[in-house]
């Protein structure tokens, strides 16, 4: 299953999205590819913000990537495209600005991603949680959400492969 868990200020509230995850096999395979120093060099770091349209909040969006293959979050409100991160294999990042609101989060992973086009290259897969997330801030509190795009035994997240056209590049 895949980890979603929003988080109150400091303290770990209880209240956890419900659900069994369905998760596409290339999710939880494990890949080796070769990739050359060229590629590499165009390699986004791990945490670089590939798309900033909407930020400058309060709200903090941490992200796990367990997988073998690199992955690129997307966070949409309404129908715009807010923020893309990028998301190396086995590394963890945040987003610690996200502005209040509900976000769908959609995520693809695979290998030697092109920048121009936005896209991986090799062994992509589109999916997107299916449950929204929603960032509030108040006086004393902001909203801190958890993920984990890797499926985790005990997760409580679904999620939902998606059309690569569908997908917001």
Do not use: C
């Not at 990028?86 to 963890?92: L, M, N």
């Not at 991603?113 to 902001?142: E, H, I, W």
């Amino acid at each position: 299953m895949i980890s979603l868990r929003p988080l109150a200020g400091a303290i770990l509230t209880s209240a956890l999205l419900t659900g069994a995850a369905a998760v596409p096999a290339a999710a939880a395979t494990q890949d080796t590819v070769a990739v050359s120093s060229a590629e590499t060099a165009a390699r986004p770091g791990n945490g670089k913000i590939l798309y900033a349209r909407i930020s400058g909040g309060q709200g903090t969006l941490k992200i796990k990537n367990g997988t073998a293959k690199d992955a690129v979050v997307t966070l949409v409100r309404g129908r715009a495209k807010a923020i893309s991160i990028y998301v190396r294999a086995r590394s963890k990042t945040a987003i610690n600005d996200v502005r209040d609101g509900t976000y769908r989060i959609y995520f693809t992973t695979g290998h030697r991603f092109s920048v121009s086009k936005g896209r991986f290259t090799s062994n992509a897969s589109y999916q997107r949680f299916d449950d929204r997330l929603r960032f509030t801030t108040t006086a004393t509190t902001s909203t801190i959400w958890s993920l984990t795009l890797n499926p985790v035994k005990g997760g409580n997240a679904r999620t939902s492969g998606v059309d690569p056209n569908d997908f917001p590049a």
